[in-house]
């Protein structure tokens, strides 16, 4: 099980930081993706991590800007949110291949979601 926290209201320009934690589930033997759904949108890929071989991928849209990282002791994957737009806003899930399969932005590679955690960034 995954669950996220750390969304919420912030104004453009700020910074936010989600937090994605698992039980049953050892972030540091797979693959954790971000993914994010905006309203009237489809969802799509934010970020992935492949901790075993250190392995970072970010969307054109938020590089620069998002970074994730993990804490390997609380079993915990961040997603740092820089410079904050508008069009951030949506609800953001964290995801986990378990297989590490080719295709890390593909949502349908990830056997494990949460539940997402709403960022809105107002103007």
């Known amino acids: 099980q995954l669950v996220e926290s750390g969304g919420g209201t912030v104004q453009a320009g700020g910074s936010l930081r989600l937090s994605c934690s698992a039980s049953?589930?050892?972030?540091?033997?797979?693959?954790v993706g971000w993914f994010r759904q905006g309203p009237g949108k489809d969802r799509e890929f934010v970020a992935s991590?492949?901790?075993?071989?250190?392995?970072?991928y970010y969307a054109d849209s938020v590089k620069g800007r998002f970074t994730t990282s993990q804490d390997n002791a609380k079993n915990l994957v961040f997603l740092q949110m820089n410079s904050l737009k508008p069009e951030d806003t949506a609800v953001y899930y964290c995801?986990?291949?378990?297989?590490?399969?080719?295709?890390?932005?593909?949502?349908?590679?990830?056997?494990?979601w949460g539940q997402g955690t709403q960022v809105t960034v107002s103007s």
């Open positions: 991590a492949t901790w075993k071989t250190g392995s970072t």
């Open positions: 049953g589930v050892t972030f540091s033997y797979f693959r």
């Open positions: 995801a986990v291949d378990r297989l590490l399969r080719p295709g890390v932005t593909a949502g349908r590679n990830y056997d494990y």
